[in-house]
């Protein structure tokens, strides 16, 4: 290490796609960090980069060799990041850690896409020994590099140290307009704007809030392509055409970044013929958990969430090519219709209206999932704020957002988005397109699942009386499990002796 009497500020482990970014982001801010993974030559890789990108300055990132050497080179007590694979490596990290010397004042700092559940464990198993703090990080590659939207949850004494820093990598937003202040080159700082950084709450809150993050982000991602695919297969239009669309609706309210990075994936084209990429990747889509880990939440808590849900389901499904290829040949859809030039501007239309009432639902399902979660496990949750760390830095970014953060602003204890004015005039102005959309597309035999499920959800959130009455009926009948009567008090329990020839009425 040069510097012979410097100390570094922050210790970090896990130099993957996200912690060499993570890494040089905190460098461009100012702190020294010693860093250790067990490639060497990721260790190498990223003193290498940063002596590129600070030509002439002082070194920022010094190699380590060991978990030994780390912690002899940081200033005590010892605050040190953890960027690797959820599961059994941060376990693997924190008992080397414990071996080669850590303190109980020392603070670790995990990065990762924990499971919420495993991070709450984590804390008390750990208590002792160090300070287990989470921050899960959105925004890729890009946003690790730049600015990522960061959500941090445990002890708030490890909070108030971590977060001068946090908020000094953090992407930043322009407090009036509510849009991103863009870092895109090495060596740059943000000196102004709200960061996309705030503390969410006790330990495993700000991995479950990102957790619901990456569910949202299923689903959009699903309800653009299911738009991409109504226009390439329904209406026939090509890549370019498509794109163009794309690149026409993100001027509008359906500005966001998966919307933006879209665009450019439709016109990637290769080879000699400039044939579109798109059309030569296979369709099977991947998956790391987190959407799973949203929908079965959501079941867990009784918290509908059809569309995060369905999206997961595409996935799945997606993968199952050869039965899909084998049913193409068997199964028959509609015919193909062919339409005006005015009858295809009406049905783009359409689809705009859809894509951006199905986001709506989409996000309405997210947040009313954490606020169950808040109910549930006695967490405070700031609505306002975990949408306004998510307008920059992340993947779900859009300037949508900045109309949840006014709804939540407006009202710190609403219990649906679909129940805030703003998002219910939304739905009601366009929803009769929404409807028409979705009847294009299933005449036409393309599968929109996600814009569906978000309709289905609009139309049973806004029914006063929906058919579960019947169901109830029917769970009485064949298994005793009894009903409330809306002509009784609340709470009072029926059942119907429903062998008996006269039926009778039993009151529990």
């Known amino acids: 290490m040069t510097q012979e009497n410097a100390l570094c500020d922050i210790g970090f482990i896990g130099l993957g796609v996200m912690g060499k970014n993570l890494v040089l982001n905190l460098a461009d801010n100012g702190f020294n960090i010693a860093a250790f993974d067990l490639d060497n030559e990721k260790v190498k890789g990223v003193i290498d980069q940063d002596r590129a990108e600070n030509e002439g300055g002082k070194a920022r990132v010094f190699g380590c060799s060991s978990y030994t050497e780390l912690l002899s080179k940081l200033k005590a007590p010892h605050l040190i990041v953890l960027s690797v694979p959820a599961g059994a490596p941060v376990d693997q990290v924190c008992g080397s850690l414990i071996g080669a010397g850590i303190q109980p004042d020392d603070i670790v700092i995990d990065t990762g896409n924990s499971l919420w559940v495993d991070t709450v464990a984590r804390e008390e198993k750990y208590k002792s020994q160090f300070i287990l703090f989470s921050s899960a990080v959105s925004g890729g590659e890009v946003g690790a590099r730049f600015g990522p939207a960061l959500m941090p949850s445990g002890s708030p004494y490890a909070w108030a140290r971590i977060k001068p820093i946090w908020e000094a990598i953090s992407a930043k937003v322009d407090p009036i307009t509510g849009k991103p202040i863009e870092r895109t080159a090495p060596g740059e700082t943000i000196e102004h704007g709200d960061p996309c950084a705030a503390y969410i709450g006790p330990a495993g809150a700000g991995h479950y809030v990102k957790m619901v993050h990456n569910g949202i982000e299923y689903a959009d991602m699903q309800i653009i392509c299911e738009a991409y695919h109504v226009l390439r297969n329904g209406l026939g239009m090509s890549c370019e055409e498509v794109a163009d669309t794309f690149e026409q609706w993100n001027r509008g309210p359906l500005d966001s970044y998966l919307m933006e990075i879209s665009v450019e994936v439709l016109r990637q084209t290769v080879g000699d013929n400039n044939e579109p990429l798109v059309d030569l990747i296979l369709d099977k889509a991947g998956q ?197 009567r809306l002509d009784q008090t609340p709470g009072k329990k029926y059942h119907v002796q429903w062998s008996t020839k006269e039926r009778d009425l039993v009151e529990l």
Request: hydrophobic content about 45%; overall charge neutral; aromatic content about 10%.
């Open 288 to 484: 790391k958990g987190t959407g799973l880990w949203t929908a079965v939440s959501s079941l867990e808590v009784g918290c509908p969430a059809p569309t995060i849900s369905q999206a997961v389901y595409a996935r799945s499904l997606s993968s199952f090519k050869e039965i899909r290829q084998q049913a193409s040949t068997i199964l028959e859809g509609p015919a193909p219709s062919t339409l005006t030039e005015q009858e295809k501007t009406q049905f783009i239309s359409r689809l705009h209206d859809a894509i951006y009432c199905s986001k709506i639902c989409a996000y309405a399902q997210g947040f009313q999932l954490m606020k169950l979660a808040e109910k549930e496990h006695n967490w405070t949750l700031n609505f306002a704020n975990i949408a306004k760390i998510w307008r920059a830095g992340c993947i779900i970014r859009a300037v949508f957002l900045q109309s949840i953060t006014e709804a939540f602003t407006r009202d710190a204890d609403l219990e649906n988005l679909l129940l805030d004015e703003f998002f219910a005039k939304q739905l009601n102005l366009h929803q009769q397109n929404w409807r028409q959309s979705i009847a294009d597309a299933t005449l036409l035999g393309i599968p929109v699942g996600a814009l569906s499920s978000a309709l289905s959800y609009f139309d049973s959130v806004r029914t006063a009386v929906l058919p579960a009455n019947l169901l109830q009926g029917q769970r009485d009948f064949f298994g005793a499990h009894t009903f409330e």
